[in-house]
């Protein structure tokens, strides 16, 4: 029985990976053949008033060299023909091509401080409530509405007629096979697509000053965008593969690989640098407490995710980092876990979502001073300072559970966590007992299990993406953690919620 291969490339805002899931008859496996890291890279420039300004960029370069050498190794190892090629990236950012197929400059990374304040100009030009009633999408730094309209102020001088925004998945479509279109997951994180029709709305681009020809057409999960392009297929040595439109917001791709029995009781946390915490909907919500919430209706796959953005595993991640720098090697995820086990329970709480989380210089000293700032005793130890990390973390999954519970007016049976923060036991036993509620953990890899499902079904291999639940099921391991400790967390919820009215 022969074998049909998809490529998977899943692009985190810290590091990417390429997957190969190979379907045989009834089964599937999937294979990893590249793992990279990447971050954003700081430049300090002068502008024409000569003031100097940090920028971060994406090495948009280094992402799409280790793309190929994915394709590489899966010529040398796999086969020589692929049956379809897809690509995920986190939810944000993208650069201009020009009509000659030239990058119109660097790729802005979404920390960067440009977008300080675009927020409230967007706000400024357009009625917060009118935003959300369109788009259903809440207010972030880095929102796409906020960029461009920062592009439109300050550098549409540099925009060639004719020139086109891409977003982060349709750039690396554009370098792989000349793509210029972008499916609805993406576009609708954007906070310019009109949520109810899937297309981007006049209204919000006229307001902004967009023009609508800059934007590339929208396309449903699925979609055949285009073939790999004919001399890197010759260079590489593979047939011109599909390129599909998958669900290319890494989110949406984790959420399609979520192996639910019930959308209606099922709470599911993608979990990695960003949580996102949410449920699936079949209609979006624009309500007063959903706006209140600052809740998100997202592009799914004939669905909507319904969540929040929430801080994740990045505050652990710029500890790690700062302490590195400090020590001069890094600490290993083992060793983090051991002196969470060791610190004591509850010494204090954070925000995780405060913005001094955001992108500060120095992610220790800003925690010392959030805890002085709410009252709370400044704590130098590592364990504890990761502990309080933690233990916050899951109070926050309970906080957005209680707001979407509220604004969908349902309650939760069950949460499930996927991504490669799955892996964190502790955290997820934190969950459990934060929330009282059983959590089921994986697959670890989601979003590329997901962006390949949607590959497979684009492709005809299975009928429909209900078919790739069981074939999840028997690939993946998922792991149950019961609530063990909850009245002693249901104590010290009302401590957790004080804080977040304090800061």
Same mark, same amino acid.
């Given at each position: ?16 990976? @390429? ?36 920028? @971060?960029?994406?090495? *948009?370069?280094?992402? %799409? *060299? ?42 802005? @990374? ?16 357009? *009625? ?126 984790? %959420? ?99 913005? @001094? ?32 990390? %933690? ?101 010290? %919820? ?10």
């Amino acid at each position: 029985m022969s074998e049909q291969h998809i490529f998977a490339v899943d692009l985190g805002a810290s590091g990417g990976k @390429c997957f190969v899931g190979t379907f045989k008859g009834g089964d599937f496996s999937m294979y990893e053949i590249n793992r990279f890291s990447h971050d954003g890279v700081s430049f300090f420039s002068r502008d024409r008033t000569k003031t100097v300004a940090e920028r @971060c960029y994406w090495n *948009d370069t280094l992402l %799409y *060299d280790n793309i190929i050498k994915g394709l590489h190794r899966f010529r040398r190892e796999i086969s020589d023909r692929v049956d379809g090629i897809g690509i995920d990236t986190w939810g944000t950012d993208g650069g201009f091509v020009t009509p000659d197929g030239d990058m119109a400059g660097k790729i802005y @990374c979404y920390r960067d401080h440009r977008l300080d304040g675009m927020m409230d100009e967007v706000k400024r030009r357009i *009625d917060p409530a009118h935003i959300y009633e369109i788009t259903g999408i809440h207010f972030q730094p880095f929102n796409v509405s906020n960029q461009l309209l920062w592009f439109i102020q300050n550098r549409r001088h540099t925009l060639q007629p004719g020139s086109l925004y891409l977003p982060m998945p349709t750039v690396f479509g554009f370098y792989l096979g000349g793509v210029e279109k972008i499916d609805s997951t993406w576009a609708s994180v954007t906070q310019l697509m009109d949520c109810r029709t899937s297309d981007w709305s006049e209204d919000i681009l006229k307001r902004l000053g967009i023009p609508h020809e800059i934007m590339p057409e929208i396309v449903a999960p699925g979609f055949i965008l285009g073939t790999l392009e004919d001399l890197l297929a010759d260079r590489i040595g593979l047939n011109r593969a599909p390129i599909i439109a998958v669900a290319s917001h890494d989110t949406a791709s984790a %959420y399609a690989a979520a192996p639910i029995r019930d959308t209606k009781e099922a709470l599911i946390i993608s979990s990695g640098t960003w949580s996102l915490v949410g449920k699936l909907i079949p209609k979006p919500i624009t309500s007063a407490s959903a706006m209140k919430y600052n809740l998100s209706n997202e592009g799914g796959i004939e669905n909507i995710r319904f969540l929040k953005n929430c801080m994740g595993l990045w505050i652990v991640q710029e500890l790690r980092r700062g302490w590195e720098k400090a020590d001069g090697m890094e600490m290993g995820w083992e060793k983090i876990v051991s002196l969470v086990t060791r610190a004591k329970p509850f010494s204090a709480f954070i925000d995780p979502d405060a913005p @001094c989380f955001f992108n500060p210089p120095d992610m220790e000293a800003e925690i010392s001073q959030y805890l002085l700032r709410t009252g709370q005793q400044r704590f130098t130890d590592r364990g504890t300072l990761l502990r309080i990390v %933690y233990e916050s973390l899951a109070m926050k999954y309970r906080t957005v559970l209680e707001e979407i519970s509220d604004a969908c007016g349902a309650p939760f049976g069950v949460v499930h966590i996927i991504g490669g923060g799955c892996k964190n036991e502790l955290l997820n036993q934190f969950t459990a007992d934060a929330t009282g509620l059983p959590v089921f953990a994986g697959p670890d890899e989601a979003t590329a299990c997901g962006n390949i499902m949607v590959q497979a079904k684009a492709v005809g291999i299975i009928p429909s993406l209900v078919n790739s639940h069981s074939l999840i099921l028997d690939t993946f391991s998922i792991k149950k953690y019961e609530p063990l400790n909850s009245p002693q967390w249901n104590k010290r %919820y009302g401590e957790f919620t004080g804080i977040l009215t304090r800061a």
